[in-house]
Nanobody
């Protein structure tokens, strides 16, 4: 009931910047609480880059601290990841994640949704 569409990936030289966007839509988009950015490089497991709660509290992987900034516009149901000082090791497919929680007639429903991913390639 939630669709996520990422955009903004591409090829950039080391030291450059990119801004990723994740637009959420769907019947239960109102129930999104935490949104996050994950990435997966070839041969590696998917890992958290940064996440943000509905209230704006953020959490970063050590590799992202000081270089990346996650933000969200709740009115537009959109999350962003500003990536500065990019390094070749940041090369990966970046995925948007949204977790939902809603209570209907006393029953709690939780959801976990993923976008299709956007490729980020940083050349040295």
């Amino acid at each position: 009931q939630v669709q996520l569409v990422e955009s903004g990936g591409g090829l950039v030289q080391a030291g450059g910047s990119l801004r990723l966007s994740c637009a959420a839509s769907g019947k239960t988009v109102f129930s999104i609480n935490t949104m996050g950015w994950y990435r997966q490089a070839p041969g590696n497991q998917r890992e958290l880059v940064a996440d943000i709660t509905g209230g704006g509290s953020t959490n970063y992987a050590d590799s992202a601290k000081g270089r990346f900034t996650v933000s969200r516009d709740n009115a537009r149901n959109t999350m962003y990841l500003q990536m500065n000082s990019l390094k070749p090791e940041d090369t990966a497919v970046y995925y948007c994640n949204a977790r939902t929680r809603r209570v209907v007639a006393g029953t709690e429903y939780e959801g976990d949704y993923w976008g299709q991913g956007t490729q980020v390639t940083v050349s040295s």
